[in-house]
């Protein structure tokens, strides 16, 4: 709750400048900032007294916090809040670095080639952890497939997408296939849905088979038995690169809090969650310490953009790092990394 008299932050050109600047120095240097820096480095024309008194209305206002060893104040989370969403200037990022991104995510690579070296481009340029949640196969459209018989009770299934990737699913039946049957299930399926999504598949079998008469009947039931498994949808899954580039960081001194940290990213549940909250909005997103959700990453920010092709959202991909992160650095990295990948997996790259 501020008192009575402190400023109004949006209104007043002073404040708005000393948070800016106190922020940015912060972020800079890792150190508490006093009214003696604030003076030299602001650029306002004002005395050391009356910026001690707009940072302590600053403070009641929840925006800074007093160092306990020092005379200088740090950001709060809700003060980097109103960082990032209105004293922020955010350039494009450099021709050159967005050069190196269309080098190293070219298209053609194959999709789990180029979400690899996504994480790994978000970590190398940011020095954070870098992450990319993986598309769910059922978006991707279908090439081709084959049936192989492993035992009266297990079918081999070999999905080629149109991208190029090839999964191989086990399928459980209820009794045993010969060979000329998983054929025509198999020339079925490649002659009448290649080009479409799996989950468009499944869809259009149950209606088939709902109006088939005669002898269509018992393939299609034979095959709809075959794609209810080999055509559901994959465990999700995402891709996280950097996790060590955290270790050291002061904000993570505290061994607890570190191995919480690392049991998210290997658990990667959570996070996926999270990054199936910031695919529900389009655009940037920025998450500052306790608005993510998730106890681990207190005192943390993330930094999401969703990437698709076609039209189509196929996923987010972000960076994980302190909530002291130079977020004009990392903005348009994120935002240039998701058009450049989804350009990569367009079907006309």
Known sequence: MARPGAPDIGNDPRARQLLRTLVSRHIRDGEPVGSQ????????DVSAATIRNILASMEDAGLLAAAH???????????????????????????????RLRQELAAGAGTQALLGNTSELLSAM??????????????????????????????????????GEVQNRVVQVRRAFDPSELEQAANYFNSHFAGQPLAHIRAALLHDLRHARSEMERLLASSVELAEQAFAPGREDMLVAGQTRLMGLQELSDLDRL?????????????????????????????????????????MSLVTAPYGSGGRMLGVLGVIGPSRMAYERVIPVVEATAAVLGAALSPDA
């Open 126 to 163: 940011t020095h954070f952890v870098g992450m990319v949640s993986v598309p769910s196969r059922a978006s991707f459209a279908f090439r081709q497939i084959e049936f192989v018989a492993l035992d009266p009770q297990r079918v081999l299934a070999i999905l080629v997408f149109a991208d």
């Open 37 to 44: 820096t604030l003076a030299r480095h602001a650029g306002l």
């Open 69 to 99: 060893s020092s005379a200088g104040r740090v950001p709060t989370a809700q003060g980097y809040r109103l960082f990032v969403d209105s004293l922020l200037q955010v350039k494009p990022l450099p021709e050159g670095e967005l050069i």
């Open 259 to 299: 191995r919480a940290l690392f049991e998210a990213f290997a658990e990667k549940r959570e996070l996926l969650q999270l990054l199936e909250r910031t695919a529900r909005a389009p655009g940037m997103r920025v998450f500052i310490g306790e608005e993510t959700g998730l106890a681990p990453l207190e005192g």
